[in-house]
């Protein structure tokens, strides 16, 4: 694991302390989202809240964590490789350094854009004749290959990869020429893609979101200040209040005593990310004005109304598909059990060489509960299949314990394209979907029966308006124009990598 500890000082020097610590990668078998971003103002001290919420967003990424604060002129900046808890761990050797100040931002790392690496996790830190500038970023940016090739071109330097510096240099450019609100102005125009962010300029704190509102964002209130975080659970663990999601298109200034929303940049169309319902956000979270657990619930319920089927149990692919699993059991009357038991400390597993680890990996991970399979016809229901090879496995396992039958059911249509607005599914090849009709999936998964839900039921239970929602991975119709992978910015070599195929 690589820590990093950097000062900023009143004229924008660096010092950089970095200690070199075992990496390990996160599990491959679902999507990862991008990022976490979190912000902080009004207390005394920022860092022990955005501490807890970034703790609390620890779903959204698991590769770098990292929180920035500011005070006396000062940004102090601490972050590093690994699990928040891994790198604000009194092993990180970073006990007698307190990251002062009443104002901070935080941020976790999944990377969809720039490689795994130290460079590339945030917050980043930039200085310039303003002051002293950080960014926390979840999305991605389509058209930062393009900024980049400018911004070096006008003569700024990059330390990374990472589409998020991209977005700090020409926010830093355009605030310089044209004062802050002004520049954040322009940069939303100019910068295309998915972001939620938080930003420190000097003690001044922005929750920024893009025009199409991808990825969410909220704000809270809580005693002595307000906070800005990706998902409202974290609002939960620090004891705030919420208070709203940050609009698409929208700057907020959040204050010590108060939010002042500052500006919203029009768009025509929303593409709030469908796949946050289905998979990534926390069940416990409201994004935009719908609990993510009851839209998980009314998945559960359409499946078992548009692919109904005589069975004696449902099981839930744990955890990920457990509020679906739970919704299909009450429209369809047929019980709910836990089958499968999931080992709560594997969370992170290495990619296996060969097939017989593969599969004892999986074995680590979950095992069946041979009573309640033995004989029984089995509704099997998980959130979505990207590749298909942990439902495989699973069935395998189920069948081995006895299973009469194994009919799959799938809270999320065939994902068929790929994502460039911050989730890492970056090659149609990664998709068992991708030009193979149900019944061949099903044969593949060596399934009885297999039901993927409708995108109009998707919509329906997600309780938006189709024309809201980005459903480009699962309809192959971008809401924005993007160009192939180059538009994430990444080699063939930094493409996701499948753990276990
Ligand atoms: S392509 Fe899919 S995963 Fe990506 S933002 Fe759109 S709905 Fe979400």
């Known amino acids: 694991m690589d820590i990093t500890l950097i000062m900023l000082d009143r004229r924008g020097a660096l010092t950089v302390d970095s200690q070199l610590q075992d990496s390990d990668p996160t599990d491959g078998q679902k999507p990862n989202d991008h990022c976490a971003v979190v912000g902080i103002c009004g207390t005394d001290e920022s860092f022990p809240y955005i501490l807890a919420s970034l703790k609390t967003l620890q779903h959204r990424g698991q590769e770098s964590a990292g929180i920035a604060t500011y005070s006396d002129g000062l940004i102090h900046l601490k972050k590093g490789m690994g699990l928040v808890s891994e790198v604000f761990s009194s092993r990180g050797n970073f006990n007698d350094i307190t990251l002062e100040g009443k104002v901070g931002i935080g941020h976790t790392r999944y990377s969809t854009a720039g490689s795994k690496s130290m460079e590339n996790s945030g917050p980043f830190l930039v200085s310039n004749s303003v002051g002293h500038l950080a960014i926390s970023h979840n999305g991605e940016i389509t058209n930062a290959e393009r900024l980049r090739s400018e911004l070096l071109k006008s003569g700024m330097t990059f330390r990374s990869s990472s589409d998020t510096e991209v977005m700090l240099m020409e926010i830093s450019r355009n605030i310089v020429n044209h004062g802050i609100i002004p520049g954040l102005k322009l940069s939303m125009e100019r910068l295309k893609g998915a972001y939620s962010i938080t930003l420190m300029i000097n003690d001044r704190l922005f929750a920024i979101r893009d025009p199409m509102g991808f990825r969410p964002l909220c704000i809270g209130k809580f005693q002595g200040g307000y906070a800005a975080a990706s998902e409202s659970c974290a609002l939960d663990t620090i004891g705030a209040e919420f208070l709203r999601d940050v609009k698409p298109g929208e700057i907020i ?105 593969r599969n004892s990996a999986l074995k680590l991970k979950l095992n069946v509960i041979s009573s309640e399979v033995r004989g029984k016809r089995i509704v099997l229901v998980d959130d979505s299949i990207v590749r298909g090879n942990t439902m495989k496995r699973i069935v395998d396992l189920l069948r081995k314990a006895g299973a009469l039958e194994v009919h799959v059911r799938i809270g999320c249509p065939q994902i068929i394209s790929p994502c460039y607005f911050g989730v890492d599914m970056k090659t149609k090849d990664q998709f068992i979907a991708a030009g193979k009709t149900v019944d061949e999936i099903a044969k593949e998964l060596e399934v009885d029966s297999l039901g993927y839900i409708s995108t109009d039921g998707l919509v329906r239970s997600i309780q938006k308006e189709k024309h809201d929602l980005c459903l480009a991975c699962v309809t192959g119709e971008y809401p924005i124009n993007v160009h192939g992978p180059t538009a994430a910015g990444q080699s063939e070599l930094e493409r996701f990598i499948p753990e276990d195929t």
Do not use: W
């Open 253 to 357: 200034e959040i204050m010590p005593d108060d939010i002042k929303s500052i500006l919203t940049v029009p768009s025509k169309k929303l593409a709030h990310c469908m796949f946050e319902y289905v998979y990534f956000a926390r069940p416990d979270s409201i994004i935009d004005g719908r609990e993510v657990y009851s839209a998980r619930v009314a998945l559960g319920r359409e499946l078992a109304r548009e692919y109904p089927v005589e069975a004696d149990v449902v099981f839930a692919v744990p955890d990920s598909g457990r509020a679906q699993a739970l919704g299909f059991s009450m429209e369809s009357g047929i019980e709910y059990s836990e089958g499968l038991i999931k080992n709560r400390f594997s969370e992170r597993t290495f990619i296996m060489p060969t097939q017989e680890l």
